[in-house]
Nanobody, 119 residues
């Protein structure tokens, strides 16, 4: 059973930056596809970014491409999401997800961390 714990959320002004981190409990973390999703109030959960087990394949939603960067640290068993040039529409609960094959129906989810972009 993989446990995922997110951290790093908070309140930031438009144009600011935040870095989210997700710590994985499983020692075989390196073999999992990892990613981030978000859910804004009244909206469905949406894909944000994903990174393959090797780190060689990365994907982003069009709305965050060029502003967000996903990365993973195998030594620390973590995956991070660096968010720059934040906009009010980025406000949401951000969830870390993991699966052995694909995030389309991810097997493991974190509890979520709130990101609020507001002046």
């Amino acid at each position: 059973q993989v446990q995922l714990v997110e951290s790093g959320g908070g309140l930031v002004q438009p144009g600011g930056s935040l870095r989210l981190s997700c710590a994985a409990s499983e020692r075989t973390f390196s073999s999992y596809v990892m990613g981030w999703f978000r859910q804004a109030p009244g909206k469905e959960r949406e894909f944000v970014a994903a990174i393959s087990w090797s780190g060689g394949s990365i994907g982003y939603a069009g709305s965050v491409k060029g502003r967000f960067t996903i990365s993973r640290d195998y030594a620390k068993n973590t995956v991070s999401l660096q968010m720059n040039s934040l906009k009010p529409e980025d406000t949401a609960v951000y969830y870390c997800a993991a699966d052995r094959t694909t995030l389309t129906d991810a097997a493991y989810w974190g509890q979520g961390t709130q990101v609020t972009v507001s002046s």
